[in-house]
């Protein structure tokens, strides 16, 4: 088989195809391959005109004829078939061929395999590509690891197929060596669930307390849209909103069973938060918010569980309500940005990656989901002070949240009130308000943990480490 295809793509499920055929009407020549050839065989046939295929019908012919260095993406389902892929691809490259890997890998299994891949001298990059199958089709969010030399050779063809931001910018970049660019895409999948979460409980209690019939909230999302909201998913909510359900006539979103699903990235953004010790609890709510929906027994036996009656506000308290709640919403989504940009920030710390988090923000702004207006603003306080501890000390956000507050806290309060549960919302109020503590309670608990496990403590007016002889006569021993 003659050399001739630019870029190989194995793995032609939904992602992977529609990643073939971007590459396809860019003018690649594209090498396909799947497991099963009847995929192979369907893309030809659909659509062989959009550009100049190769199909292959196994590893060995899909390597032969990729140009060298040769370029090859997997886009298979993440865990042990991605494994399986490289096993068998591996031993036919050779050292300089770059292995990308599109799906949505776990970072660490993403470390592993490069550090093999490199010590044979083939390079592997691990690529996070965002936007589902439109955007792999029409240009997606493309978050790329793996090394400099690596992202050399992909990036005139990723610039390509990335998606355009509205200045114009591809959105994709480099973002750091080995897992950089499966961790940042973990931690966008981990936001656009915090931020999904937000809007539910925004709809939820525009619904309940204000009164609101769906149709209405489709129409207060729309004209949230055209402010600081701005965003695909307010854009998709209010569609869902205000879509009927053609069978029963109902608002779509009263026939659908409210019990949401999950594919697990949000859980691993979670987790692996917890063992940074990042403070992620937006994301967080989100995740056990979509498990406890899950939850039928428990649910069922809660149901008749005492609560406030409800009370609907008249139209004139429900319209400023509305306005209060736009408020609360836009403070809390900036909360939980800010916390997955720091836990981004602690993992690029941690393993030395320097992810530039401007670069980060700016590659969100088009083809993934959670694009909106606002990552412009986030990426401009990032380039002021690329080592920005918080989004809320940029002065923009301290000012606009600042002022937030006050309706964000009614909110709160409000949903608490009336027995609306708003998780989402309360957590990151409680976040903020724990960055504003001047002393927190956590001294307590240092008392607490040194009385019962002589855990020691530090003390604010000394160095050293002391614990206190609480059995005893409570004199105080300095430990180190
Ligand atoms: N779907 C999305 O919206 C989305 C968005 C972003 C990222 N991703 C990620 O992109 C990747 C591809 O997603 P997808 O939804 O297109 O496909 P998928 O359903 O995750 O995986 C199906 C593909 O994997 C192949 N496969 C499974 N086990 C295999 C094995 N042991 N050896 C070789 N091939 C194997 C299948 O081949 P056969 O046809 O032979 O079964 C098929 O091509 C995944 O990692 C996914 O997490 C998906």
Request: aromatic residues 8%; glycine residues 10%; hydrophobic residues 40%.
């Given at each position: 088989?003659t050399a001739?295809?630019?870029?190989?793509?194995?793995?032609?499920?939904?992602m992977?195809?529609?990643?073939?055929r971007n590459?396809?009407?860019n003018?690649y020549?594209?090498?396909?391959?799947?497991?099963t050839?009847?995929?192979?065989?369907?893309?030809v046939?659909?659509f062989?005109?959009?550009g100049?295929?190769?199909p292959?019908?196994?590893?060995k012919e899909?390597?032969?004829?990729?140009?060298?260095?040769?370029?090859?993406?997997?886009?298979?389902?993440?865990?042990?078939?991605?494994?399986?892929?490289?096993d068998?691809?591996a031993?036919?490259?050779d050292?300089?061929d770059?292995?990308?890997?599109?799906?949505?890998?776990?970072f660490?299994?993403?470390?592993?395999r490069?550090?093999?891949?490199?010590?044979?001298?083939?390079?592997?990059?691990?690529?996070?590509i965002?936007?589902?199958?439109?955007?792999a089709?029409?240009?997606?969010?493309?978050?790329?690891?793996?090394?400099?030399?690596?992202?050399?050779?992909?990036s005139?063809?990723?610039?390509d197929?990335?998606?355009?931001a509205?200045?114009g910018?591809?959105?994709?970049?480099?973002l750091g060596?080995?897992?950089?660019?499966?961790?940042?895409k973990?931690?966008h999948?981990?936001?656009e669930?915090a931020?999904?979460?937000?809007?539910t409980?925004?709809y939820?209690?525009?619904?309940?307390?204000?009164?609101?019939?769906?149709?209405?909230?489709?129409?207060?999302?729309?004209?949230?849209?055209?402010?600081r909201?701005?965003s695909?998913?307010?854009e998709?909510?209010a569609?869902?909103?205000?879509?009927?359900?053609?069978s029963?006539?109902?608002?779509?979103?009263?026939?659908?069973?409210?019990?949401?699903?999950q594919?697990?990235?949000?859980?691993?953004?979670?987790?692996t938060?917890?063992?940074l010790?990042?403070?992620?609890s937006g994301?967080?709510?989100?995740?056990?918010?979509?498990?406890?929906?899950?939850?039928?027994t428990?649910?069922?036996?809660?149901?008749?569980?005492?609560?406030?009656?409800?009370?609907?506000?008249?139209?004139?308290?429900a319209?400023?309500?509305?306005?209060?709640?736009?408020q609360a919403?836009?403070?809390?989504?900036?909360?939980?940005?800010?916390q997955?940009?720091?836990?981004i920030?602690?993992a690029s710390d941690?393993?030395?990656?320097?992810v530039?988090?401007?670069?980060?923000?700016?590659?969100?702004?088009?083809?993934c989901?959670?694009r909106?207006?606002?990552?412009?603003?986030?990426?401009?306080a990032?380039?002021?002070?690329?080592?920005?501890?918080?989004?809320?000390r940029?002065?923009?956000?301290?000012?606009?949240i600042?002022?937030a507050?006050?309706?964000w806290r009614?909110v709160?309060?409000?949903?608490?009130?009336?027995?609306?549960p708003?998780?989402?919302?309360s957590?990151?109020l409680?976040h903020?308000?724990?960055?504003?503590t001047?002393?927190l309670?956590?001294a307590?608990?240092?008392g607490?943990?040194?009385?019962?496990?002589?855990?020691?403590?530090q003390?604010t007016?000394q160095?050293?480490s002391?614990?206190?002889?609480?059995?005893g006569?409570?004199?105080e021993?300095r430990?180190r």
């Amino acid at each position: 088989m003659t050399a001739t295809a630019h870029v190989g793509v194995t793995g032609l499920a939904v992602m992977g195809r529609n990643l073939a055929r971007n590459l396809a009407r860019n003018g690649y020549t594209v090498a396909v391959h799947n497991r099963t050839p009847a995929r192979t065989n369907a893309l030809v046939e659909q659509f062989g005109d959009e550009g100049t295929f190769v199909p292959a019908d196994s590893a060995k012919e899909l390597v032969a004829s990729l140009q060298r260095p040769r370029r090859l993406i997997i886009m298979v389902q993440a865990g042990d078939p991605t494994d399986a892929v490289i096993d068998e691809l591996a031993p036919l490259l050779d050292p300089g061929d770059v292995l990308v890997d599109g799906g949505n890998a776990h970072f660490t299994d993403t470390r592993r395999r490069e550090a093999a891949l490199r010590a044979r001298g083939i390079h592997f990059a691990g690529v996070g590509i965002s936007g589902g199958e439109e955007g792999a089709l029409h240009g997606p969010s493309i978050m790329s690891g793996g090394s400099k030399e690596a992202y050399q050779l992909l990036s005139p063809l990723l610039d390509d197929i990335a998606a355009t931001a509205p200045d114009g910018a591809r959105t994709v970049a480099h973002l750091g060596p080995d897992g950089a660019g499966h961790f940042v895409k973990m931690v966008h999948n981990g936001i656009e669930y915090a931020d999904m979460q937000l809007i539910t409980e925004a709809y939820h209690l525009l619904r309940h307390t204000a009164g609101y019939e769906p149709s209405q909230i489709a129409e207060i999302f729309r004209t949230w849209n055209t402010g600081r909201l701005n965003s695909y998913l307010i854009e998709v909510t209010a569609e869902v909103l205000a879509h009927t359900d053609p069978s029963t006539g109902l608002p779509f979103v009263d026939i659908v069973a409210d019990r949401a699903g999950q594919k697990g990235t949000g859980r691993w953004t979670v987790q692996t938060a917890l063992d940074l010790g990042t403070p992620v609890s937006g994301i967080a709510q989100a995740v056990f918010a979509r498990s406890l929906s899950s939850q039928d027994t428990l649910r069922e036996a809660g149901r008749t569980l005492l609560g406030p009656t409800r009370r609907v506000l008249g139209s004139q308290d429900a319209a400023r309500f509305a306005d209060q709640v736009e408020q609360a919403l836009y403070a809390a989504k900036v909360v939980s940005y800010d916390q997955g940009f720091h836990q981004i920030r602690t993992a690029s710390d941690t393993y030395q990656w320097d992810v530039d988090l401007a670069t980060v923000a700016a590659l969100w702004r088009a083809g993934c989901i959670i694009r909106a207006d606002f990552l412009d603003r986030i990426r401009d306080a990032y380039t002021a002070e690329p080592r920005l501890t918080s989004l809320l000390r940029d002065p923009h956000f301290a000012e606009e949240i600042g002022q937030a507050q006050w309706a964000w806290r009614a909110v709160a309060a409000t949903a608490a009130r009336d027995g609306v549960p708003a998780p989402g919302m309360s957590a990151a109020l409680a976040h903020f308000d724990t960055l504003r503590t001047e002393r927190l309670p956590a001294a307590l608990i240092q008392g607490q943990r040194d009385y019962f496990g002589a855990h020691t403590y530090q003390r604010t007016d000394q160095d050293g480490s002391f614990h206190t002889d609480w059995a005893g006569d409570r004199t105080e021993h300095r430990t180190r």
